[in-house]
């Protein structure tokens, strides 16, 4: 397999042979179900479907519980598509952590935290206004934000206030430390988006 999901657990360390304290990551990697295996003659590409975490049948659609029921699995929470495999899978499968080896680069997705409505200053890196000379009541705002009577109006892509976070973040090349395969996990170098407990997408 290419990858696999995930759920980020927390933060720890971990001591190297030369007894360097390495920040370290550690990620729940599955046991994922193939739900659904996807071809070019049926969907006009090839695909395989994984589903990770378990969900109450009472808090799944009836098309999403058809479409476990045809796999013979319980629902699933998260579900993720892999495009690139290295053996032959069936409805059903199970695919678990053992497919990473150690001391070998992994890249991470994940939904970065979100921080909500923020100003230019937190989101953007502005400075903002000087803090003497009388200033009052516009220390962090934007400034202007626009030309005169040409061209009479905000180009797009200005950076303004706004929603900050809760979007889609690769890290890629994160060095895998350790597999825990009798537990379903991994410990990774450094830091990946996301709050604890967030779902992760774990690729080769």
């Known amino acids: 397999m290419s990858g696999i999901i995930g759920r980020k657990i927390g933060m720890t360390s971990v001591f190297s ?13 599955g046991p994922c179900v193939v739900t659904q295996v996807k071809t070019v003659e049926q969907d006009g590409y090839s695909a395989l ?22 796999a013979k699995i319980a629902p699933k929470r ?4 892999f ?35 923020q100003g230019v200053v937190k989101r953007h890196g502005y400075s903002g206004a000087e803090r003497t000379h009388g200033q009052n009541g516009c220390l962090r705002t934007p400034g ?14 200005k950076k303004m206030p706004g929603r900050m976070g809760g979007k889609a973040v690769k890290v890629i090349n994160l060095r895998l430390i350790k597999v825990i395969p009798e537990n379903n996990l991994l410990i990774v170098k450094g830091s990946i988006p996301g709050p604890k407990g967030s ?6």
């Open 49 to 70: 479907q994984l589903a990770f975490d378990e969900k109450k049948e009472k808090h799944t659609s009836k098309p999403m519980l058809g479409h476990f029921q045809k």
């Open 144 to 157: 202007s934000i626009g030309a005169s009577s040409d061209p009479s109006r905000v180009f797009k892509g």
């Open 199 to 204: 779902y992760l997408i774990i690729e080769k």
């Open 17 to 29: 042979a030369e007894g360097k304290n390495i920040p370290c990551t550690v990620i729940e990697a």
């Open 83 to 117: 495009k690139e495999w290295d053996k032959e899978y069936q409805l059903g499968d199970v695919v678990t952590s053992d497919i990473f080896l150690e001391d070998r680069w992994i890249d991470v997705t994940g939904i970065s935290k979100g921080k909500g409505f």
């Open 78 to 81: 998260k579900i993720a598509e």
